[in-house]
């Protein structure tokens, strides 16, 4: 296996792609590797979202279109990945999150499938209200794989564990902010579209008021420096005493915004 993965990344192409200036090479395919990427599981997290009830309104049948879209940006993604592998493949093919990543795509491309042949290849009279819970929670495995896929994809371009480590850290802190920074955009859209007033809910006033307040204590972790000297502490080291008090509020504040979130459906206190 070695020995052919050698002679793979001796050939021809592998070597014109890999050591050309030319920026209609590797760059370009780069570019249309990304290209692909965006309109395959950009598409294709839209849908899940639609059956997860964002958007709910909008009528399902019509996504159907979107369907040729997506897998025209597998393909481009799938070629253009191909010519990526064939570049270094000793390195890729002896990476175990290259083939989780391998995995995760497969699982996605999967489970798409199903939604189409559930959906849009003998698509119901009406959209079922609500989505029934098996596709719910198909949507929410596609979104994860997709996750999974891409987070592995990015850590196969460090080839130190550390570096890895810390990306992948780094990438579920992202996931994590952004997921709950929709979902509460959602909630807040959904209330007010259906008629709760803000001024008249002081629980979800509450809640804003502590996500605010959440933000704007992370805003000062990093302001006051405190984020660079956690960042310079070694193991056994003690944490500087103002990094101790924003950690402290905001473990405060954030239980905060659930407890007062869990206190908007019922409109009373629940101490």
């Known amino acids: 296996m070695t020995a ?3 002679w793979l990344e001796q050939t021809s192409l ?6 050309s200036p030319n920026v209609f090479l590797y ?3 780069l570019a249309f590797h990304t290209l692909g990427l965006a309109f395959f599981v950009g598409l ?4 899940a979202l639609r059956i ?3 958007a709910h309104t909008l009528p399902f049948a019509p996504f159907r279109k979107f369907y040729p879209l997506m897998w025209a940006g597998f393909a481009l993604n799938a070629v253009s990945g191909l010519l990526l592998l064939v570049i270094d493949p000793e390195t890729f093919l002896t990476m175990s999150d290259f083939y989780a990543k391998l995995v995760a ?3 996605a491309v999967y489970c798409n499938r199903l939604l189409y042949l559930r959906y849009f290849k003998h698509p119901p009279a009406t959209d079922p209200q609500p989505m029934p819970v098996r596709d719910r929670r198909l949507a929410i495995v596609i979104l994860f794989l997709w996750g999974a896929s ?3 994809g990015r850590l196969t371009a460090y080839d130190d564990s550390q570096a890895q480590v810390h990306t992948a850290i780094g990438t579920l802190i992202v996931s994590a902010v952004l997921l709950t920074g929709g979902y509460m955009a959602v909630k807040v859209w959904r209330a007010v579209s259906h008629g709760v007033v803000l001024k008249s809910d002081v629980f979800l006033q509450l809640k804003l008021l502590f996500v605010l307040l ?3 204590n992370l805003l000062l972790f990093y302001v006051t420096g405190m984020s660079k000297a956690v960042d310079r502490l070694e193991a056994g080291d003690e944490a500087p005493p103002l990094a101790k008090v924003f950690a402290g509020a905001s473990l405060a504040l954030w239980i905060a915004v659930m407890y007062f979130a869990r206190l908007i459906p019922s409109g009373t206190f629940q101490p």
């Open 105 to 107: 795509i497969a699982g």
């Open 27 to 29: 760059p370009t395919i």
């Open 150 to 152: 891409i987070t592995a």
């Open 44 to 47: 294709s997290s839209a849908i």
């Open 52 to 54: 997860l009830g964002v």
């Open 14 to 19: 592998s070597i014109t792609l890999r050591d």
């Open 4 to 6: 052919f993965l050698q």
């Open 214 to 216: 959440a933000g704007v």
